[in-house]
């Protein structure tokens, strides 16, 4: 919401205002939107209840991941190899390792290439990125997040930094980032 406050007096700011700016800030915000548009994602559940989580678990295929719903400083996330790596992590989060948790984000396992992909107008040239990938990137996954934002009522505003697992030259998005991460700033800054 500080850009919102910012813009409502008066100062110019680059950056996504309050609604928007929950792609980042909850997992299940973004993985409700891949649900209702379409998105390719990676299969999901989200649960507010640690008994259900675990009894869904059960009948889980492993390895799983596991993701604290709210902000956890990159730490949230959790890939777990069996039933009983699972479960310690749904109690962590559950149990407040990373604050308050109202919701849990279970989710498959996707095995390829991790990439970032920055929507500004300006990239620093990934080995995996080519014409085909970028137009499925841009047409599976950027605009219906940004349609998904404009039937919100609102305007996406800001970097918008998708973090995505390629494989078999199709992109999934794992999470999005409302802002540059540190590695990307290194690369991408000098070419600005």
């Known amino acids: 919401g500080i850009v919102d406050f910012l813009e409502n007096n008066g100062i110019k700011v680059f950056g996504p205002r309050k609604i928007p ?7 299940t915000f973004t993985k409700n939107i891949c649900k209702k548009y379409n998105i390719p994602t990676a299969k999901f559940g989200i649960f507010e209840k640690k008994e259900n989580t675990i009894n869904f678990l059960k009948n889980s ?17 959790y890939i777990s190899e069996n039933l009983s790596e699972a479960t310690e992590a749904v109690n962590e989060v559950f ?14 396992f996707l095995n390829g290439e991790e990439m ?56 999934f998005l794992i999470e999005y980032n409302v802002r540059m991460g540190d590695p990307e700033c290194q690369t991408i800054l000098p070419l600005l």
């Open 95 to 108: 149990d407040g390792k990373f604050g308050i948790a109202k919701k849990i984000l279970v989710e498959e």
């Open 21 to 27: 700016s929950q792609l980042e800030g909850s997992k």
């Open 61 to 77: 295929k492993f390895p799983i991941v596991i993701k604290a719903d709210g902000l956890a400083a990159g730490k949230g996330v």
């Open 116 to 171: 970032s992909f920055f929507v500004i107008g300006a990239y620093s040239q990934s080995r995996l990125i080519s014409k085909t990938l970028e137009k499925k990137i841009i047409d599976k996954i950027i605009s219906p997040t940004l349609k998904a934002i404009g039937e919100m009522g609102e305007k996406y505003k800001g970097f918008l930094y998708a973090g995505l697992m390629i494989s078999d030259n199709e992109p």
